[in-house]
């Protein structure tokens, strides 16, 4: 019987992996991330894009 190639491995970790997220929680958080960006022009852009990450990772993890 054949070894496991890395490659499959990688596949069936990357196919475990994105059967885990809940898309309508990603799709939800993404738009608060961009909704923050927008409403806060007063900060510089790399400020907005630090902060816009961080609202979408706590918006998915919230839902």
Do not use: D, K, W
Not at 11 to 19: D, E, F, Q, Y
Request: proline letters at 3%.
């Amino acid at each position: 019987m054949a070894e496991p190639s890395t490659a499959g491995v990688v596949v069936a970790g990357v196919i475990g992996a994105g059967l885990m997220i809940n898309g309508e929680a990603a799709v939800g958080a993404l738009c608060g991330g961009c909704v923050y960006f927008i409403a806060h022009a007063e900060l510089s852009i790399p400020s907005r894009i630090a902060l816009s990450l961080v609202s979408v990772v706590m918006g998915y993890m919230a839902a």
